[in-house]
């Protein structure tokens, strides 16, 4: 057995006594920290006609030439604990009654109206499990008339869609807070008013798997496991529940955080050597023994009883400094536990897991994914390593490991939008006149002031809400550069793959994890006249239309949520001037790539912005919800709307789809 470097791997039967450990009677009380995502033509072998020019990249390989630790305690984490409610928000909107209801409201979300206003205590100094020094500001709860949407038998046991709301819900909410207070409690603080509203699921505790969780999910905190019930603990490592035998009580371990900070504990796919809890030096700097209580107890209980272990990777979160990425793994089976002494003397429990077999890769395919970003392995039907030709400011990978087609039908890339001759662009549009970087609360600055005072994104990276549009700074605007209402315009921001797929031709999808929010990719092609595109649709695969019916979701914050006027939320109905059609047949980017779904993890918005004096409008796609690496990435190509019946339809150029997803309508296009 490979134990951790510098300690004995061989348990040493004389060290410790283990039938002490076996009849020790199980506590009796002991509680969670909380009580409450066609198949075109075969690749053409010959070079397009003359020269690409400076702004076009021809489809390669046509164009330019492709380029150690003492007694660790696991009971602990980076996440504030969650304080008992929100403050107001601090908001530069201008309140405006919106004309009823948002039409993309299908989602089940929350729709009752708190009574009266919610006021805020002055702050108080309040003890929180293990951060006994937070600062926590105490604020009134909702009414108990807002309705979360969710049953109380669903906030029990919940299933794969009410999962997904959960955590769409919370990162709104976190957005929101995060865009308008500027403060790094977001996480808490929205966790906080989600679970004193009901917005959770699962939360009846478990041991094996949990309802509408998949391995291979990923988390960016602790907080969003526990809203869903993988993990209850948003501090401790361990987490158990008492079941009772008769007249006897025995906790059983249900979950387990592997942090991933101490070498030879987390790196194994297939096993991990998993270090108990307790034991680190107290106030006086003086470490101890482990005791067996608590999650140590559960642990070695589970062993003994042989039951399944949910287990989840941390890994450090690349678009973060001190972020963690939370990956479950499934069910694992402990198959012995020791004893083993620390660098400061003291007794520490070490228990030695294995991954059951028949379960889908996760971290261990997360390992590979690494290994292909930095090079060190060479990625398995890898036909090019970058088809933009350097056109993208990242490589696009294009892979098949599925048949022998080497790539496909030919077309010349290109990472921006072509204007026919007849095409008239909207209304002239001046830019802004901020002499640095745009700044929310700016009405100064016309970008800011046409997005309701707000910056649109966080951190210049990811998007808090859906509008019916979003307005960036353009080509005359004398903002730096590196202006964070300039996001669509840097190019790519993640590492794409265009890949092979069994029935759908081909796909898209990512070497690296997306947040719910971030920015994929804009839809490049060539924006055509109405009249001249929608009679040659039937035959162009690659057409983006958005006068198409769509699926409605709900995306956005509830503004009860986060203590805003009803009357202000933002509406998520797209309002563009005319129909936006673009092909991206003969000129196009890696959105191209991306297939249909009726329940895609993906969505499109409207992003405006100057070029050379007039308004052009852009199609920006960001993520729904977290998508972890190499999952496919879809978005939904909607209906035609003058397609009146199913069988009918089918006769105007829609398609069969074949997404298989519950919500799946049988057609598109």
């Not at 409201?105 to 929180?128: A, D, F, I, L, M």
């Not at 059951?356 to 690494?370: E, H, I, L, R, T």
Request: charged share 25%; proline share 7%; aromatic share 8%.
């Amino acid at each position: 057995m490979q134990g951790v470097p510098g300690f004995n791997t061989v348990p040493n039967p004389n060290h410790y006594d283990k039938s002490i450990v076996l009849d020790i009677k199980p506590l009796r009380s002991l509680k969670p920290v909380f009580p409450n995502g066609n198949q075109g033509p075969p690749f053409v072998g010959c070079p397009p006609f003359g020269p690409s020019s400076s702004e076009y990249s021809s489809f390669f390989p046509f164009g330019a030439q492709q380029p150690t630790h003492d007694t660790p305690d696991l009971n602990q984490t980076q996440n504030t604990p969650i304080p008992s409610f929100v403050p107001p928000l601090r908001s530069y909107r201008t309140p405006t009654k919106t004309n009823g209801p948002s039409s993309s409201s299908g989602t089940k979300r929350g729709v009752g109206r708190p009574k009266g206003t919610t006021s805020v205590k002055k702050k108080e100094k309040k003890t929180v499990a293990n951060e006994p020094n937070l600062d926590v500001q105490v604020v009134k709860k909702f009414s108990s008339d807002f309705d979360s949407g969710i049953s109380a038998a669903e906030r029990e046991d919940g299933n794969a869609y009410l999962v997904s709301s959960v955590l769409m819900r919370f990162d709104a909410v976190r957005r929101r807070l995060s865009q308008v207070e500027f403060t790094k409690s977001a996480t808490s603080k929205a966790a906080g008013t989600l679970m004193s509203n009901g917005v959770r699921t699962n939360m009846k505790k478990r041991v094996g798997t949990v309802p509408g969780i998949e391995v291979g999910d990923i988390f960016f905190s602790r907080i969003e496991m526990c809203l869903v019930g993988l993990h209850m603990q948003t501090m401790a490592g361990i987490d158990y529940i008492i079941s009772k035998a008769g007249s006897d009580e025995e906790s059983l371990a249900t979950s387990i955080v592997s942090s991933g900070r101490y070498e030879g504990e987390a790196q194994d796919p297939e096993s991990l050597i998993y270090s108990g809890q307790g034991g680190n030096a107290d106030k006086n700097r003086q470490a101890s023994d482990q005791k067996l209580e608590r999650g140590n107890l559960a642990l070695e209980n589970s062993l003994r009883k042989g039951n399944g272990v949910r287990v989840i990777r941390g890994e450090e979160d690349a678009a973060s400094k001190t972020g963690k990425i939370y990956i479950y793994d499934g069910l694992y089976s402990i198959s012995e536990s020791w004893v083993e002494k620390g660098k400061s003397g003291c007794n520490t429990f070490k228990y030695k897991l294995v991954r059951q077999p028949g379960q889908p890769p996760a971290f261990g395919f997360w390992k590979s994914v690494q290994k292909w970003k930095e090079g060190l392995t060479t990625r398995p039907g890898l036909i090019l390593p970058d088809l933009t030709s350097g056109a993208e400011s990242k490589p696009v990978s294009l892979v098949n490991d599925v048949d022998e087609d080497k790539g496909p039908a030919y077309f010349t890339y290109t990472s921006s939008l072509k204007y026919s001759e007849t095409f008239k662009l909207t209304q002239p549009v001046i830019g802004c006149s901020c002499s640095s970087s745009c700044s929310p609360g700016n009405l100064n600055c016309s970008c800011i002031r046409k997005n309701d005072g707000d910056l649109p994104y966080l951190n210049g990276v990811m998007l808090v809400s859906r509008r019916p549009v979003i307005y960036e700074c353009g080509p005359t605007c004398p903002c730096h550069a590196s202006c964070k209402n300039r996001v669509i315009q840097t190019g790519l921001k993640f590492r794409l793959e265009v890949f092979k797929t069994r029935n759908r031709g081909w796909g898209l999808r990512s070497w690296d994890s997306l947040r719910a929010g971030s920015f994929i990719c804009e839809y490049a092609g060539e924006v055509e006249d109405n009249g001249n595109l929608r009679g040659n649709q039937e035959e162009d695969a690659y057409v983006f239309d958005t006068s198409r019916v769509f699926n409605s979701f709900k995306w956005n914050y509830e503004p009860e949520l986060v203590d805003e006027d009803p009357s202000t939320e933002v509406p998520e109905e797209f309002n563009l001037p005319s129909p936006l059609l673009i092909s991206a047949k003969k000129f196009g980017n890696v959105a191209r790539f991306m297939n249909h779904s009726c329940s895609p993890n993906v969505f499109w918005q409207p992003v405006i912005r100057e070029g050379n004096g007039e308004s052009v409008i852009h199609i920006a796609f960001f993520a729904m919800r977290h998508i972890p690496p190499m999952a496919e990435l879809t978005y939904d190509y909607g209906i035609s709307p003058t397609s009146e019946a199913r069988d009918e339809s089918l006769l105007h150029g829609q398609r069969t789809c074949l997404c298989r997803s519950e919500q799946c309508r049988g057609s598109f296009g």
